[in-house]
């Protein structure tokens, strides 16, 4: 298990995401094809190449919280989406996000603010 924890940890999120779908949603099937259909479903329609840009995606993501932190992001792409939506619909959206209330506070005010 050692090994099999350093590999998946080396792969940072994208591993941690991958064990969780592997281990939730592929019904026991085992070894290489548990890897490819956890890939595939985080490919969505877009099948086995979606899932691996979705892994791509993910580690960028990541490295890009990890420097800047979530709430500098968060603000970054709300002000963003902002400019090409509606803030209306931003604000619910913001509203029923899994965030703290602070962090729902900062948004709602950088979207008033648009």
């Known amino acids: 298990m050692d090994e099999v924890v ?5 792969l ?13 949603s592929t019904g026991g099937i085992g070894g290489t094809y548990s890897l490819i259909a956890a890939i595939a479903i985080l490919g969505g329609p877009f099948g086995m190449v979606g899932g691996l840009t979705v892994l791509g995606l ?3 993501v990541g490295e890009t919280i990890a420097e800047y932190g979530i709430e500098a992001i968060l603000v970054k792409i709300y002000s963003e989406r ?4 509606s803030v209306k619909a931003l604000l619910k959206e913001v509203r029923d996000l899994p965030i703290s209330d602070d962090l729902k506070l900062k948004l709602n005010y950088v979207l008033e603010s648009a």
Do not use: F, H, N
Not at 12 to 24: E, N, Q, R, S
Not at 82 to 85: G, Q
């Open 58 to 60: 993910m580690t960028i």
């Open 82 to 85: 902002s400019k090409a939506e």
């Open 12 to 24: 940072g999120l994208p591993g941690v995401i991958l064990t969780i779908v592997m281990a939730t």
């Open 6 to 10: 350093k590999k998946v940890s080396s």
